[in-house]
């Protein structure tokens, strides 16, 4: 089994559901997350994330808790903005 610890602090990609209405259902959508802290060490566990997300008015970025991500950092995620936090 893989050792979970090694995930905190990791940018992954999550799966988010979201009502699509123009389906009237339920859809999944893949969003970037900050791994915080986890619930377990080894094997399925739950993970504490945060979402990374683009700030479009600049004056509502917090110097102390938003950390800016290029996404030429990280292209694997795909991030469609050139910022995000």
């Known amino acids: 089994m893989s050792n979970n610890t090694s995930l905190i602090g990791k940018i992954k990609s999550s799966r988010f559901p979201y ?3 123009k389906t009237r259902a339920i859809r999944f ?8 802290n986890i619930e377990k060490e080894t094997g399925f566990t739950d993970l504490t994330v945060l979402p990374v997300s683009s700030i479009t008015i600049r004056k509502n970025i917090d110097k102390k808790f938003d950390l800016e991500i290029k996404s030429s950092e990280y292209p694997l995620l795909e991030l469609s903005k050139e910022v995000s936090y």
């Open 19 to 21: 009502y699509d209405s």
């Open 29 to 36: 959508k893949n969003r970037p997350v900050l791994i915080l």
